[in-house]
């Protein structure tokens, strides 16, 4: 098991940037696949993308049309999103997750280390 603490949410106005943070502690993180997951009020919590252990390959969902960067810091433990030209439709609470899961997993079921999220708000 590892234990997922995210940072960085905030209100931003629209166009603008965040950058969110989620800092792993208790297990191998370098083993594992990191995602990021979203949840907006009355929505289903979906996929935003993922970045493998290696951090060679990345997978975005289509809505991140290239405005999102997943990255990754295994001697630091933490995987970051860069989020650029924000939409107040991207407002939600945004979760990262673990999992030692086959590439390219992207629902939420495959994940079952998950950090408690950060609120992202994105005015207009």
């Known amino acids: 098991q590892v234990q997922l603490v995210e940072s960085g949410g905030g209100l931003v106005q629209a166009g603008g940037s965040l950058r969110l943070s989620c800092l792993a502690s208790?297990?191998?993180?370098?083993?594992?696949?990191m995602a990021w997951f979203r949840q907006a009020p009355g929505k289903e919590r979906e996929f935003v993308g993922c970045?493998?252990?290696?951090?060679?390959?990345?997978l975005y969902a289509d809505f991140t049309k290239g405005r999102f960067t997943i990255s990754r810091d295994n001697a630091k433990n933490t995987v970051y999103l860069q989020m650029d030209n924000l939409d107040p439709e991207d407002t939600a609470v945004y979760y990262c997750?673990?999992?030692?899961?086959?590439?390219?997993?992207?629902?939420?079921?495959?994940?079952?280390?998950w950090g408690q999220g950060t609120q992202v708000t994105v005015s207009s």
């Open positions: 997750a673990a999992d030692l899961v086959a590439w390219g997993a992207e629902s939420p079921r495959d994940y079952h280390n």
């Open positions: 208790g297990g191998t993180f370098s083993r594992y696949i």
């Open positions: 970045i493998s252990w290696n951090t060679v390959s990345t």
